[in-house]
């Protein structure tokens, strides 16, 4: 199993127990999910646009926008948060046949 990023804290583990009664919890470990395309599994840059301010233009990011950094890729853009629960899905679908993560969402040990 894999640990959480975050502290076990008091209402994570109140709340793990009371899903436990009614169906199996699995602890999915989320890093680099939201950072990785869910398509290539490539690097994932935050979205650029021209933007408007004070009769001056300035790149801005938004953060929740996402596009792949791959030119072979075809996804576009794609908001943050639905890329990396698409991820997490795979990862969930990797431990429940008892397979390794892909590469890219294991942590390099130095």
């Not at 209402?11 to 009371?18: A, G, R």
């Not at 602890?27 to 994932?44: A, L, P, Q, V």
């Not at 075809?74 to 991820?87: E, G, Q, T, V």
């Not at 795979?90 to 942590?107: A, D, I, S, V």
């Amino acid at each position: 199993m894999y640990k959480w990023n975050f502290p076990n804290t008091t209402p994570i583990l109140k709340l793990k127990k009371e899903l436990k009664r009614f169906c199996y919890v699995v602890d999915i470990d989320e890093w680099e999910t939201s950072k990785t395309c869910h398509k290539c599994f490539e690097r994932i840059t935050l979205y650029r646009n021209k933007k408007l301010c004070k009769e001056k233009a300035r790149m801005s990011q938004y953060h929740s926008v996402i596009r792949c950094s791959s030119n072979e890729c075809k996804l576009c853009c794609m908001d943050r948060d639905i890329n990396a629960s698409k991820n997490i899905l795979l990862l969930l679908q990797c431990e429940k046949q008892g397979k390794r993560r892909p590469k890219c969402f294991r942590e390099q040990k130095e």
